[in-house]
């Protein structure tokens, strides 16, 4: 089974700053199936990217997703309000069962 | 507009079962692979099992495999999940989500609001 490691598990900034979210996998992830949700307080998770790259629908373009192998990313390039929430990445490309990270909380500094 | 509505949580002695199920609408569900996803108190996501377009695979997670049992009807456009033996730490928020295609190794592209399972004496 993939281990996804997420850190920092918490990053403290102000709105306006640069986030920068690591996920690094066990073993590689076949062909960049990654996975990144953003959950906010008693909302059910909302998919960001897939791909390790691309946007879901409707996902705004300061959200950007990158790696490939073991290490992966995702950034947010300048926070707005509504931003700070929990994140977590998930793997795909592994049989026969999914994993999640343990979730990186990007709360206002 | 694509909708996901759990249903079938509560309070349940260990030891006993529970049936949950999701309503699917909005999109063709067939054409779909779906899962449940739980997350417990305070913590963080865990996938609990996933079921291809027409049920022909299946996959589990090892902290359930055995006891929990994933089914879907797609002449009901419903989704299931039949959780036997249930423990303590069973507790959680049951997330139902569309995955991205028919095979359930995927990603999770739409989430319903979740239902809670409380396993408790």
């Known amino acids: 089974e993939i281990v996804l490691t997420q850190s920092p598990g918490t990053l403290s900034l102000s709105p306006g700053e640069r986030a920068t979210l690591s996920c690094r996998a066990s073993?590689?992830?076949?062909?960049?199936?990654l996975a990144w949700y953003q959950q906010k307080p008693g909302q059910a998770p909302r998919l960001l990217i897939y791909?390790?790259?691309s946007r879901a629908t409707g996902i705004p373009d300061r959200f950007s997703g990158s790696g490939s192998g073991t290490d992966f990313t995702l950034t947010i390039s300048r926070l707005e309000p509504e931003d700070f929430a929990v994140y977590y990445c998930q793997q795909y490309g592994s049989s026969p069962r999914l994993t999640f990270g343990g979730g990186t909380k990007v709360e206002i500094k | 507009e694509v909708q996901l509505v759990e249903s079938g949580g509560g309070l349940v002695q260990p030891g006993r079962s529970l049936r949950l199920s999701c309503a699917a609408s909005?999109?063709?569900?067939?054409?779909?692979?779906m899962h449940w996803v739980r997350q417990a108190p305070g913590k963080g996501l865990e996938w609990v099992s996933g079921?291809?377009?027409?049920?022909?695979?299946?996959g589990y997670a090892d902290s359930v495999k055995g006891r929990f049992t994933i089914s879907r009807d797609n002449a009901k456009n419903s989704l299931y999940l039949q959780m036997n033996s249930l423990r303590a730490e069973d507790t959680a928020l049951y997330y139902c989500a569309k995955g991205d295609y028919d095979f359930w190794s995927g990603f999770m592209n739409v989430w319903g609001k979740g239902t809670t399972v409380t396993v408790s004496s």
């Open positions: 791909g390790a790259s």
């Open positions: 073993q590689s992830v076949s062909s960049s199936y």
């Open positions: 079921i291809s377009w027409n049920s022909g695979s299946i």
């Open positions: 909005g999109f063709t569900f067939d054409d779909y692979a």
